[in-house]
C-alpha cells in the first residue's frame, strides 16, 4: 500500500499565482518524519524541509510554508507568488526509521510566464 | 555544501551487459543509497548501507548489488542487465542517525541509464 500519497500529478499555473501541493501520509507509528524535496529538470533532487511528528507548527521559509495536520495525516506544501524558476517536479517522503523513505509519486509543477 | 556526485549522467548499455553505476560523497557520511526513479511511482529504495562493507536490501533489490569499500564510495551493479531495468538511478547519502530520527538524505544529480 502507499505510504504517501500525492494525488496531484501535474499543476500548471500562471506566475505570481500561488500554489497548493497536497500530501497526504499514512502510518501506524507515533514517531515519524515528513521531508519534501524539488527535482528540478536538471534531476537533482533538493531537500526542502524536515519535520518530526511532534512539531506541529506550520513553518514558512520565504515564498514557500508548509501546513502539517496530524489529525488528516496531511503534510501541504504553498509556493506564494510563484516563478518560473519554481517549475519542478515535487515530492512528499515519509520515514518511519533509521534509513528508509518512503516517496509520494511526485507533483509536476508548471510555472508560466 | 553535501556533494554528492555520480559517475554518469547518461548511460546506454546492451541486454546481458554488466553495468556498475558509482556514488561519491564528500561529506563524511555513514549512510549511502541508492533509489531507482520511475515515472508515476517516486523514487524506489534499492539498497541501502550504514557502514563501510555493509549492505541492507530495500524495497526492490532483484537484479541488483551493491559494493562499500570505500566509506564515502557506493557502487550499484547491475550483473545482468534487462530492458525493464532502463531508469532514472539517484544515490543519496546521510549522516548516521543521533537517535533523535532519519537524518536528511542529499542526493546527487542522477544517472539516466538506457538499456538497449
Known amino acids: 500500500a502507499q505510504k504517501v500519497t500525492q494525488a496531484q500529478t501535474e499543476i500548471s499555473v500562471v506566475e505570481k499565482e500561488d500554489v497548493t501541493l497536497d500530501c497526504v501520509y499514512e502510518?501506524?507509528?507515533?514517531?515519524?518524519?515528513l521531508f519534501w524535496y524539488k527535482q528540478p529538470p536538471s534531476g537533482e533532487l533538493v531537500f526542502l524541509i524536515r519535520?518530526?511528528?511532534?512539531?506541529?507548527q506550520n513553518e514558512i521559509s520565504g515564498r514557500y510554508s508548509w501546513n502539517f495536520q496530524k489529525s488528516t495525516s496531511s503534510f501541504n506544501f504553498t509556493i506564494t507568488a510563484s516563478q518560473v524558476v519554481d517549475s519542478a517536479v515535487y515530492f512528499c517522503?515519509?520515514?518511519?526509521?533509521?534509513?528508509?523513505?518512503?516517496f509520494g509519486a511526485g507533483t509536476t509543477v508548471t510555472v508560466r510566464a | 555544501d553535501v556533494k554528492v556526485t555520480q559517475s554518469s549522467r547518461y548511460l546506454v548499455k546492451r541486454t546481458g551487459e554488466k553495468v556498475f553505476l558509482e556514488c561519491v560523497q564528500d561529506?563524511?557520511?555513514?549512510?549511502m543509497f541508492w533509489y531507482r526513479q520511475d515515472p508515476g511511482l517516486g523514487l524506489r529504495l534499492i539498497y541501502f548501507s550504514y557502514d563501510v562493507k555493509m549492505k541492507e536490501k530495500g524495497d526492490i533489490p532483484e537484479g541488483y548489488s551493491v559494493s562499500r569499500e570505500k566509506k564515502e564510495r557506493f557502487s550499484l551493479i547491475l550483473e545482468s542487465a534487462s530492458t525493464n531495468q532502463t531508469s532514472m538511478y539517484l544515490c543519496a547519502s546521510s549522516r548516521r542517525t543521533a537517535g533523535l530520527g532519519q537524518e536528511t538524505q542529499y542526493f546527487g544529480p542522477g544517472t539516466r541509464l538506457l538499456v538497449l
Open positions: 517522503a515519509l520515514s518511519e526509521d533509521d534509513y528508509k523513505l518512503s
Open positions: 561529506m563524511d557520511h555513514e549512510n
Open positions: 502510518t501506524r507509528d507515533t514517531t515519524y518524519y
Open positions: 519535520r518530526n511528528s511532534f512539531d506541529e
